[in-house]
């Protein structure tokens, strides 16, 4: 299985601030049709998981321009900008690319 | 709108099985792939396998076969998943979710269903 690996596992962020999540991934996540599946998930309390990045680095709809995705291969990026409160919770990356589909461990956000 | 609407609150007892469903509405359900994920008490997430109604085709995580089956029901758009020979291990949250292409991200979610398997 392809082991996703996100750090840190816990964030501490001021209001305003800006922070970066890391993801890798035990094997290239480049899907033979040239495609990376390379995922960023926000589940805040209570909730289930809402996507924030597809393919790497593309907003879903109505996601802020604060969030953006880089990365290639097995080394991805999740940066947040202007922290907001409504930001809080748990980022999952998850890669579709191989089976099975794989969920990263969990970088949970939290105010200062 | 699109929604998933999932079944609730599941209390079973051990070696036992559950079904447990996620309706659809909004869209055209035979034409989306409908994705399991678990999420055990204070950890991540688990992805079970997929379903696609539109011919019934699966796909499992491994880890899961024989523990989950899935099937959908085209008349009433509701996909099913059930879980057998419960154990402790299988208390959880667990949710349903779509996607377009079996790759593609889950763009919508169910609420989720607590399955807490308990003598």
């Known amino acids: 299985d392809v082991v996703m690996t996100q750090t840190p596992v816990s964030l501490s962020v001021s209001l305003g601030g800006q922070t970066s999540i890391s993801c890798r991934s035990s094997?290239?996540?480049?899907?033979?049709?040239?495609?990376?599946?390379l995922y960023w998930y926000l589940q805040k309390p209570g909730q289930s998981p809402q996507l924030l990045i597809y393919?790497?680095?593309n907003r879903f709809s109505g996601v802020p321009d604060r969030f953006s995705g880089s990365g290639s291969g097995t080394d991805f990026t999740l940066k947040i900008s202007r922290v907001e409160p409504e930001d809080l919770g748990v980022y999952y990356c998850y890669q579709g690319t191989h089976y099975p589909r794989t969920f990263g461990g969990g970088t949970k956000l939290e105010l200062k | 709108q699109v929604q998933l609407q999932q079944s609730g609150t599941e209390l079973v007892k051990p070696a036992s099985s559950v079904k447990i469903s996620c309706k659809a509405s909004g869209y055209t359900f035979t034409s989306n792939y409908m994705h399991w994920i678990r999420q055990q008490p204070g950890n991540g997430l688990e992805w079970i396998g997929w379903?696609?109604?539109?011919?019934?085709?699966?796909k499992y995580n491994q880890k899961f076969d024989g523990k989950a089956t899935l099937t959908a029901d085209k008349s009433s758009s509701t996909a099913y998943m059930q879980l057998s020979s419960l154990t402790s291990e299988d208390s959880a949250v667990y949710f349903c979710?779509?996607?377009?292409?079996?790759?593609?991200?889950?763009?919508?979610w169910g609420q989720g269903v607590m399955v807490t398997v308990s003598s």
């Open positions: 094997q290239s996540l480049v899907h033979s049709d040239g495609n990376t599946y």
């Open positions: 979710a779509r996607s377009a292409y079996s790759r593609d991200y889950f763009d919508y």
């Open positions: 379903i696609y109604p539109g011919n019934g085709n699966t």
């Open positions: 393919k790497v680095s």
